[in-house]
C-alpha cells in the first residue's frame, strides 16, 4: 500500500495533470503528529490602483522538526535564498513575497486602461496530501488573475523522502520509464471515463 501511494504520487509529478482537483485528508490518517507540521498564512486586502482591488492570499506549510537544509531547499524550491525556516521567518516570507507581487503588478500593470472597478485575486498555497511511513507528499499550487483575459495558474507536486533527506525521483521506485508510466496512465484514465460515462447513461436513463 505505501508504495502504490508513492507511486502514484509521483506519476502525478512527472505527468502534467489537467485535473486539479483537491483532496482533503483526514489528520487521523496522517502518519505524522500534528504538532511536526504547522503553516503560516498572510491574507491581505488593498487598493492597488483607483479602479482596482487586490485581495491576496498565501499560505506556507511550516516543519518545525526538520532541521537537513538541502531537504527544506528543496521543499521550498519556489523561493531561493531562505536562511529561516522557523514558523517566524517564514511568515516574514510571505510579507516579502505579498510585496513583491504586488511591486510586480503595479509596474506590469501600470500602462493598463482600467475603465472599471476591478477585483483581482492572487493565490498560493502548500497542501500536503499524506505524510506516512517517512513519506511527505507536497502539493504546490499558485493561481493570479490581474486583469487579463484569463487567469494564470501554476501546479506542482513532490514527494520527500524524509529519511533519506530527498526529494523522491521516479528512478528511486520503479525501473519504468516516464514514457512508459504515462502511456499505462493514460489507458487506465480512457478505461476509467468509459466507465464514469456508462454510469452516469444509467443514472440518466433510470431517472
Request: proline share 1%; charged share 30%; hydrophobic share 35%.
Amino acid at each position: 500500500m505505501k508504495k502504490t501511494k508513492i507511486i502514484i504520487a509521483l506519476s502525478t509529478v512527472f505527468l502534467i495533470s489537467a485535473c486539479k482537483k483537491e483532496q482533503n485528508i483526514n489528520k487521523a490518517d496522517t502518519g505524522t503528529p500534528e504538532k511536526m507540521m504547522d503553516s503560516v498564512t498572510l491574507k491581505d486586502t488593498s487598493k492597488i490602483f483607483d479602479s482596482v482591488t487586490m485581495k491576496y492570499s498565501s499560505q506556507l506549510l511550516v516543519f518545525p522538526t526538520l532541521k537537513d537544509k538541502k531537504l527544506l531547499d528543496s521543499i521550498y524550491f519556489n523561493e531561493k535564498g531562505i536562511t529561516d525556516y522557523s514558523k517566524s521567518g517564514l511568515q516574514k516570507l510571505l510579507k516579502d513575497i505579498k510585496n513583491k507581487d504586488y511591486k510586480f503588478v503595479k509596474e506590469d500593470s501600470k500602462t493598463t486602461d482600467i475603465y472599471y472597478p476591478q477585483v483581482w485575486e492572487i493565490n498560493s498555497r502548500m497542501k500536503a496530501q499524506f505524510d506516512n511511513n517517512d513519506y511527505l507528499h507536497i502539493q504546490y499550487y499558485k493561481s493570479a488573475f490581474v486583469g487579463s483575459a484569463h487567469g494564470k495558474y501554476d501546479y506542482s507536486e513532490r514527494v520527500f523522502d524524509l529519511k533519506n533527506n530527498k526529494k523522491m525521483e521516479l528512478s528511486d521506485i520503479t525501473s519504468i520509464s516516464k514514457d512508459q508510466l504515462s502511456k499505462i496512465l493514460y489507458k487506465i484514465s480512457i478505461k476509467m471515463i468509459k466507465v464514469l460515462q456508462i454510469k452516469i447513461f444509467l443514472y440518466i436513463r433510470f431517472l
